[in-house]
């Protein structure tokens, strides 16, 4: 099992632009998270999803969108891509609900927005 | 809500112990710990969940007080593989099946030979 994986590892973004961080699984997790990391600062939950076709909000998601087609993948999509989203990105997975349940994190992908 | 945790960093040498605390405002229907290494994901070590339940982990022990809301990690005879920053995460919904982990901002642990 290669676990959950991220791509790209890095990238550097203009102002303004777009992109999307990828995130797949391949242990059949049915819950799936995304997490930005600033330093000092602990991980915060940008979006989650429970399962395919299922997403919602965490605690910082302006500037973010989420969709999850299958359970396999969940990518993230930033618009307008703005300094302040300059951070480490995680992803992670657990087999159910995070409360009961360890998460699985990727290697995340450090972004950088100048 | 954002649980507390104490101290901020930790400067040990091989052999010494550390406790990690992590304090919350409100009932905590689990805590959860993780330790992420220099440039590298966060790792899961252990759940504790409600019932003071002390659980372990090669020489890494962790308890959790229900009443006092707080849990306090053990790190005994620490070897250098230790270092890298402790993170509690505690549930936002107390013994909601959906309840996603707030995290604390963590605790740099480093050891010295």
């Known amino acids: 099992n290669a676990g959950v994986t991220q791509t790209p590892k890095f990238r550097i973004l203009k102002i303004g632009q777009s992109m999307t961080l990828q995130c797949a699984q391949d242990m059949n997790h049915n819950y799936m998270y995304w997490y930005r990391q600033d330093p000092g600062m602990g991980l915060k939950l940008i979006y989650y999803?429970?399962?395919?076709?299922?997403?919602d909000k965490g605690e910082v998601p302006n500037g973010y969108n989420v969709s999850r087609s299958t359970t396999e993948d969940f990518p993230l999509r930033l618009e307008l891509a703005a300094p302040s989203q300059t951070s480490v990105y995680f992803c992670?997975?657990?087999?159910?609900?995070?409360?009961?349940?360890?998460?699985?994190f990727g290697p995340g992908t450090r972004l950088t927005v100048t | 809500q954002q649980p507390v945790q104490s101290p901020q960093a930790v400067i040990l040498r091989e052999g010494e112990d550390a406790v990690i605390n992590c304090s919350s405002s409100?009932?905590?229907?689990?805590v959860h710990w993780y330790r992420q290494k220099h440039g590298e994901a966060p790792v899961f070590l252990m759940i504790?969940?409600?019932?003071?339940e002390q659980k372990g982990h090669e020489k890494i022990s962790a308890s959790f007080n229900e009443k006092k809301q707080q849990s306090s990690l053990y790190l005994t005879a620490s070897q250098l593989s230790y270092s890298g920053t402790y993170f509690c995460?505690?549930?936002?919904?107390?013994?909601?099946?959906?309840?996603?982990?707030?995290f604390g901002k963590g605790t740099k642990l480093s050891v010295k030979p």
């Open positions: 995460g505690t549930p936002m919904n107390y013994g909601g099946s959906q309840g996603n982990l707030i």
């Open positions: 409100k009932a905590l229907y689990s």
């Open positions: 504790l969940l409600k019932g003071g």
């Open positions: 999803s429970v399962g395919a076709g299922i997403t």
């Open positions: 992670a997975s657990s087999r159910l609900a995070v409360s009961s349940y360890e998460q699985y």
